[in-house]
């Protein structure tokens, strides 16, 4: 078995069953709720014996009822997983759970899948069996922390070994890779594994993300064939990363997160050892340092990795305890200091790891005090938290109070961020803000009520933040580090210019200048003498932040730009001085995403919402977009008002969907989704508020029904941030209906027709406060020739006998994003399924789509690779294979009908429309050129010409490409699209362009 996977169990003394181990049994706020999802799982007796024996527990174990109650009601994520599989419910809470952890890693190491397909499944399923294991375990007491986090870490490593001894497996069957050893293929394969954080360390929470560095000994690699270890292993890491972390129906195994190899933004996923320890040992960083303190090899060569880390020893445990090192030291707090969601210790909303007094500053006290001593004493060189607390005081570097203090906050925090987490399966640390989420955590923590966990809360951050405040009581301030930075006076300050210049301005004498222009007060933001005080002060952290950026003249001058656009400066200079994180995005925006900046320069008031600690949360929920919409317009007095709410809003959400692309806290495949969420939330709020408005002048029609169809992108949750709406609205009065009630009636057609401008007029036109979207009505029956409206018996005549192929192909997409009732919606669903799947000849078929690209070819063929929707092999090629094979096959097929073309090629596979072959390659080109697609439109907004872009811009679009520059990135894309155009030959046809005589 899998060393590394299981050692954390080798030892473990195994106890009785979960439900002889009820020390916790959480309250519940509706039990008769609860109760409900019980009683799911019970009615199924006699037919089920799990079901039957699941009564018979609660029988006979008095606690095992209200347990059982409390997690139901308590933990969605988990009740889903208990009554999804009655009888895998009923042998966890039979089993002692370190005897079923055991048996799912040792399951998982004997995966022997047949297809990556049956490995991501297998793979699924058993982690969903490990967290309803462990979740029952916890909650109820049974094991400790240690065992839980243990567990995890352990399935994480064993995992990706399957992972890996499959995908070296099917290289060595292609004859590329010669594995000593076939049955275990990554012993001695020179690819290395390093688990990283929280996994390195055997400490990972519920929804953690993996952190690892993928390296290779290119001496070591049995490679055969021809092929080459670079191309192999990063093929093979993309391959690993796809099998661990993409969503399917049954779930994920683990997100995976390669961003803590060295420089990142520049070196491919997989690096070689050679390479990895050139850049240590001249350019690592002192968080690398930290980081590396947890690095462990987890799967794959671990003789090799264990070489590895050897290795670059020195690097991370300095000879002597000298001053540089706790000057590193402090650098690694300051930088603490500055990251994300800390702030003022509190429970509603509070970041359990990040936030004042969290679990963060607990593991720092301990690295920190590593870094310093571990070079001196390799027994604090371990990577647990709780281990190495005691290790410290050991060697008299704290007392056993701190010990004793910091090990209870330390378990205490880590529950409940594993509550936080049980609550629905996300990586989260915030506790909820409202008091019934914040009840649910108090309760499955196992306290009677939430006055008292909310003390022991504060009293546990409380504890943290005192012995963390005191590791540097001294701390000198950023600035020192920086030099001078003086700009007052009229020659330039000779050791400011050299600051500059050192901190990466080319051009120190003209960034000197412009600073020197605030100063005299020539922008509106800076006339006061309070404004330019606050600048001052504002002066080492914004220069800082400014360097930090890939292009620091380029990020001064728009920064300089956005200054004189403001109309005052003193609260933004205050809220910069405050936010360093809010200075930081502000920094990166001005430096990476033009089009970012200039919506920044005109609405300032979009930084406000960066400040709230959500936006470094999940992405809203629509529920959540529909809320804080609701609540904005609410507030409006009149119609214009509501409009303008509406366009602050939109830019707001907008504008924080491309700050969290930009700073990694959304990856750039969920763009199009949170844009779409937003834009329909949109529609749907403001048809309202316009039906409404029509009706003060015009009144209603009685018994009439309006809905918006969505289609193109945002019908297929694809948009991106310069996306236009594509929508047709469809009507149907009642049948005696002759005109609308109101005080200047209008006939039925023209009563339609009005609101559907207005809908138009209140989506697209320019207020006070900007525009929205831009919308197009072409894609109605009568394109741009008849009404705005459209009745829809008329669309559905029409679909049925007049529609031309390519509109039934944009049919494909089609969403009702809005309605005035379900029932309206569901008629118009149903119509559109029978529409889509009627018979149709397929060769005719396939002639209109070919015919249909070559027309389009014609008119708006490229040869530019960058053109990623236009250029043959793009995504018009993607997205009209997926179109011609739902059409072709809906008839005997209807449910391989999905708006998204990601989902519509993965169900066209599922249902062997489309090989595993075309499916995949189809399914990886479109997700990159969606991920570059996404960067590309919410950073700019001419077209892209890559000599010309901004470096921060070439960054992004080389990270959101997985590639080590932009010269492989152009190698990948051109190699794709011509994949792809060969595909849709293959599949559809070839693409004939005739020329006009």
């Not at 969290?358 to 281990?387: K, S, W």
């Not at 089009?595 to 300032?604: D, F, G, K, Y």
């Not at 209008?746 to 009563?751: E, H, I, P």
Request: with cysteine; aromatic share 6%; glycine share 6%.
């Amino acid at each position: 078995m899998h060393e590394q996977g299981t050692a954390a169990f080798s030892s473990t003394v195994e106890a009785g069953p979960v439900m002889e181990r009820l020390n916790t049994v959480p309250l519940c706020k509706d039990a008769a709720h609860a109760q409900l999802f019980l009683d799911d799982v019970l009615k199924r007796a006699p037919d089920d014996k799990a079901a039957v024996a699941l009564a018979d527990l609660i029988d006979e174990i008095p606690n095992l009822k209200p347990f059982l109650l409390g997690v139901f009601g308590n933990s969605p994520y988990l009740r889903e997983l208990a009554i999804s599989d009655s009888a895998r419910l009923v042998d966890i809470l039979m089993a002692s759970p370190e005897a079923r952890i055991k048996d799912i890693l040792k399951q998982t190491d004997d995966l022997n899948a047949d297809s990556e397909a049956d490995l991501m499944r297998s793979l699924r399923l058993l982690k969903q069996d490990l967290a309803l294991t462990l979740g029952l375990a916890d909650i109820s007491g049974a094991v400790e922390l240690t065992t839980v986090t243990a567990a995890l870490s352990s399935f994480a490593d064993v995992s990706l070994d399957a992972a890996i001894n499959f995908c070296l497996s099917d290289l060595a069957a292609k004859g590329k890779f010669a594995p000593e050893d076939p049955e275990d293929p990554g012993r001695d394969s020179g690819l290395i594994v390093l688990a990283m954080g929280k996994h390195g360390a055997m400490e990972l929470n519920y929804s953690s993300d993996i952190d690892l560095i993928i390296l290779y000994d290119p001496a070591k690699a049995p490679m055969v064939g021809g092929a080459e270890a670079p191309v192999e292993f990063v093929r093979l890491t993309r391959r690993l990363v796809k099998i661990m972390q993409d969503r399917t129906a049954d779930g994920y195994v683990f997100r995976t997160d390669l961003r803590l190899r060295p420089d990142p933004g520049a070196t491919p996923l997989a690096m070689s050892v050679p390479a990895a320890l050139a850049y240590y040992e001249a350019l690592g960083q002192n968080w690398e340092r930290a980081a590396l303190i947890k690095a462990r090899p987890c799967a794959a060569d671990i003789m090799a990795g264990t070489a590895f880390l050897h290795e670059i020893t020195p690097f991370v445990w300095r000879k002597y305890l000298d001053f540089a090192a706790i000057a590193d030291v402090q650098s690694i707090k300051r930088q603490i200091h500055l990251h994300k969601g800390h702030g003022a210790i509190a429970v509603a909303g509070h970041n359990v790891k990040l936030g004042r007094g969290g679990i963060r500053e607990v593991e720092f006290f301990v690295q920190t005090q590593q870094l310093i001593a571990g070079g001196r004493n390799p027994a604090l060189r371990g990577r647990r938290t709780l281990h190495m607390l005691e290790r410290l005081t050991e060697a008299g570097w704290i007392k056993d109070d701190a010990r004793d203090e910091l090990t209870e906050a330390y378990i205490f925090l880590r529950s409940v961020e594993h509550r936080i987490q049980m609550l629905n399966d996300e990586q989260t640390q915030l506790l909820p803000k409202d008091e019934e989420g914040l009840t649910r955590i108090a309760w499955l923590m196992g306290f009677a009520n939430l006055a008292a966990f909310k003390t022991a809360l504060v009293h546990q951050l409380k504890t943290v933040q005192r012995h963390y405040a005191e590791l540097f009581e001294d701390e000198p301030a950023l600035s020192s580090e920086l030099g001078n930075l003086v700009f007052t006076g009229d020659d330039h300050d000779p050791d400011t210019l050299e600051t500059l210049s050192r901190l990466g301005f080319k051009q120190p004498s003209d960034a000197a200048s412009i600073v020197k222009a605030w100063h005299f007060g020539r922008y509106p933001a800076v006339r006061s003498t309070k404004s330019r005080e606050r600048l001052t002060e504002l002066h080492p952290v914004l220069i800082k932040a400014l360097a930090d950026t890939d292009n620091a003249d380029v990020a001064l001058r728009a920064f300089d730009g956005f200054l004189s656009k403001l109309p005052a400066g003193v609260q933004l200079f205050a809220l910069l001085r405050s936010n360093p994180q809010l200075l930081h995005l502000l920094a990166t925006v001005m430096g990476a995403a033009p089009r970012l900046a200039e919506t920044v320069s005109r609405r300032v008031h979009v930084l406000d919402s960066v400040l709230d600690p959500a936006f470094f949360g999940a992405m809203p929920s629509v529920v959540e977009f529909r809320d804080g919409l609701d609540l904005t317009l609410a507030q409006a007095r009149f119609y214009e008002e509501a409009l303008d709410r509406a366009r602050i809003f939109a830019q707001e959400q907008q504008f924080l969907i491309g700050l969290r692309l930009l700073s990694d806290t959304l990856s750039s495949d969920k763009v199009g989704f949170a844009l779409a969420r937003l834009a329909e939330v949109v529609v749907d709020r403001l048809l309202s508020r316009v039906i409404d408005h029509v009706a003060e002048s015009h009144g209603r029609i009685e018994g009439g029904e309006i809905a918006v169809l969505a289609m193109g992108k945002l019908g297929g949750r694809e948009m991106t941030a310069s996306s236009d709406l594509d929508l047709i609205l469809l009507y149907e009065p009642p049948e005696d209906a002759t005109q609308s009630d109101g005080k200047r009636p209008l006939a039925v057609s023209q009563y339609y027709t009005r609101l559907t401008q207005r809908l138009v007029t209140a989506l697209s036109a320019p207020t006070a406060e900007g525009s929205l979207y831009e919308v197009d009505f072409r894609l109605r029956p009568s394109g741009n020739a008849g009404p705005l409206a459209t009745h829809l018996d008329g669309f559905l005549s029409y679909q049925k006998t007049d529609a031309w192929t390519w509109e039934h192909m944009a049919l494909t997409r089609a969403r009702v994003i809005a309605s005035t009732s379900t029932a309206f919606r569901d008629k118009i669903n149903d119509h559109l399924r029978a529409t889509l799947a009627q018979q149709r000849d397929r060769a005719k078929l396939a002639d209109d789509v070919r015919t249909m690209r070559a027309r389009i070819e014609k008119e708006k063929g490229t040869k530019d690779i960058w053109e990623l929707k236009q250029v043959a092999g793009g995504l018009v090629d993607i997205e009209f294979i997926a179109q011609f094979l739902q059409l072709a096959n809906a008839t005997s097929k209807e449910d391989i009908f999905a708006q998204g073309t990601d989902d519509a090629l993965t169900k066209l596979r599922a249902a062997d429309m489309l090989s595993p072959d075309d499916a995949d390659l189809l399914v990886n080109a479109l997700r990159l050129y969606q991920r570059l697609t996404q960067v590309l439109r919410m950073v700019l907004t001419g077209k892209f010409v890559a000599s010309e872009a901004p470096r921060g811009v070439l960054d992004l679009l080389v990270k959101a490409g997985a590639a080590p520059d932009l010269q492989r990135l152009e190698l990948e894309l051109s190699e794709t699209q011509i994949a792809v155009r060969s595909a849709f030959e293959r599949i559809v046809g070839p693409v004939e362009i005739v020329e006009d005589k």
